[in-house]
């Protein structure tokens, strides 16, 4: 069916495994569908082959994608993950909020090993800019929040961002290029300097501030522009566009674990307001799921172990955050969440990830449902409080106890460990299509008949 809509985008695939595959070059969202951190950016590198474009549409540097090619590791934090394949064209949406001293570090990084930014990054004129204010409140409230009510953020001033947005005092990346662009800072400042002795937090020198950001306007001037018009004209071409999320749906701000969240919509809906690119060009939506899940922050997480097992996956998954480096709380697959996910964001298929990590356990088990109070739950509660009080009710199932990484094909799984998958997708109702087994660009395999078609 794609096919006769979309003929531009049927391609014929030669070389990227065993045999000649069918492709679609479908525009496609791909989202983390649990609590962020579920391996998007290895994904996203794995599938980039058949994309031109790569869009990040929301979130700023709280963002850590990991890419493993061969011995180099890169850990991207707001540049695209097709940034890694020369010929992929990158843009930062207008729904992403950017801080232009990371921007700068992370252009000079990648730079220095080799791959070129110029003519293939470009950055929204309208993304909002993270200012030096927004980062010291988000740090000093998170400081002096009562221990329960911490949200452990990133402290990289996501929230205060998005909320001068909201509020129509943000400074977009269009206007640090501006001629006005002085005197709007000057104004923020003298606002926010309120603010900040309110915190008991550092005031700051506007002319300093300005010096800072002045340098950094002038170095990303050339990646500034109107990224809407450049990328509907792209899709009209018929190239492809890959809408890389960041975090999670259980962070979205709508639809998330509220207010243990982060400030953006991770979900597929975010991708058409942080892009501008309409709902009707979208084809597919792939949700990223580790065959297991992590949090890293605070908020409610049902099957969260805090036990060995909890502590043995966190090992094998080696599982620090790629932003801040703090350990991430582990535990079980929580099928609610999966299914909600699937719900929410419209998913076509998985991408599951980190099957490897489960090679050593004898027993795994699966929460399908939570109960709370004397009620079941099979729908996700919106409240924080039941998420807090209630218990996941679990399935087990035998684990296969033998490496995984290796494997290229879903016959040569375990059995167990085909048998686990074809459960996860029964209670989450949506086929498994692209199979992750280690770190690696080529430890992953595509289910062909799920990759090929729309459910
Ligand atoms: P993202 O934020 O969703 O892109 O995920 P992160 O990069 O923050 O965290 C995922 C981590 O898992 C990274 O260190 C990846 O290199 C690693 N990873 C991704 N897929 C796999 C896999 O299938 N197996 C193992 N063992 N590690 C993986
Ligand atoms: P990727 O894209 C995991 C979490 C923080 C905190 C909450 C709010 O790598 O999956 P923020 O700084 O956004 O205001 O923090 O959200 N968080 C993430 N957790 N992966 C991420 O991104 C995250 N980005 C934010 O830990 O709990
Ligand atoms: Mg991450």
Redesign the pocket.
């Known amino acids: 069916m794609l096919m006769a809509l979309e003929p531009l985008r049927a391609v014929l695939l030669m070389g990227a495994g065993p045999e000649i595959q069918v492709r679609f070059m479908a525009n496609t969202i791909l989202i ?1 569908a649990q ?4 391996g ?2 290895k994904i996203i590198d794995v599938i980039t082959t058949e994309h031109q474009w790569v869009v990040r549409y929301q ?2 540097n ?4 990991t890419v493993e090619i061969g011995d180099q590791r890169y850990v991207l ?1 707001l540049l695209p993950s097709g940034i890694l394949r020369e010929g992929c064209s990158c843009v930062i949406g207008n729904g992403v909020v950017v801080d232009p001293a990371a921007l700068k570090k992370e252009i000079d990084e990648v730079e220095a090993q080799g791959i070129s930014t110029k003519d293939r990054l470009f950055v929204s004129d309208r993304a909002h800019v993270i200012m030096p204010y927004h980062r010291l409140i ?1 740090e000093y409230r998170e400081g002096r929040a009562a221990i329960k009510d911490k ?9 205060p961002t998005y909320a001068d947005k909201a509020a129509r005092v943000g400074l977009r990346m269009g206007d640090l290029i501006d001629a006005s662009f002085p005197n709007q800072l000057r104004k923020r400042i003298h606002e926010n300097n309120r603010i900040l002795e309110a915190l008991n937090a550092p005031t700051l020198d506007a002319e300093e501030v300005l010096e800072q950001y002045q340098a950094w306007a002038t170095s990303l001037q050339p990646y500034i522009v109107d990224t809407v018009t450049l990328l509907n004209e792209a899709d009209r071409k018929g190239e492809s566009i890959l809408f890389e ?4 749906v259980m ?1 979205d701000i709508d639809f998330g674990t509220y207010p ?5 919509n ?1 979900t597929a809906g975010g991708a058409c307001t942080g892009s501008g690119v309409p709902p009707h060009r979208i084809e597919r939506v792939i949700g990223v799921v580790k065959a297991y899940t ?6 409610p997480f049902p099957t969260e172990l805090h036990d060995a097992t909890g502590m043995e996956l966190a090992k094998v998954g080696n599982e620090f ?4 480096g ?1 350990p ?1 709380r582990c535990g079980w697959f929580d099928a609610v969440v999966a299914r909600y996910s699937a719900v929410v964001n419209g998913i076509d298929f998985w991408a599951l990830t980190k099957m490897d990590v489960l090679d050593n356990q004898p027993v795994i088990r699966i929460a399908v449902a939570y109960e709370c109070a004397g009620r079941t739950y099979r729908d996700m509660p919106a409240s924080v409080g039941v998420l807090e009080a209630c218990r996941p009710v679990y399935e087990e199932m035998p684990g296969w106890m033998t490496p995984t990484t290796h494997i290229q094909r879903f016959e040569d799984l375990p059995e167990p460990a085909r048998a686990y998958l074809t459960r996860l997708e029964e209670i989450t109702g949506v086929r498994v299509g692209i199979v992750s087994v280690g770190p690696q660009r080529d430890s992953t395999f595509i289910i062909e008949d799920v990759y090929a078609t729309r459910s």
Do not use: M, P, Y
């Open positions: 983390g609590w962020g951190d579920e998007k950016g979130g700023g709280n963002a850590g994608h934090h988000d949200i452990g953020t990133t402290k990289r001033g996501i929230g999320g960041a975090q999670g962070l243990f969240v982060t400030s953006s991770a992590t949090r890293v922050g605070e908020g955050g790629s932003t801040t703090r991430r």
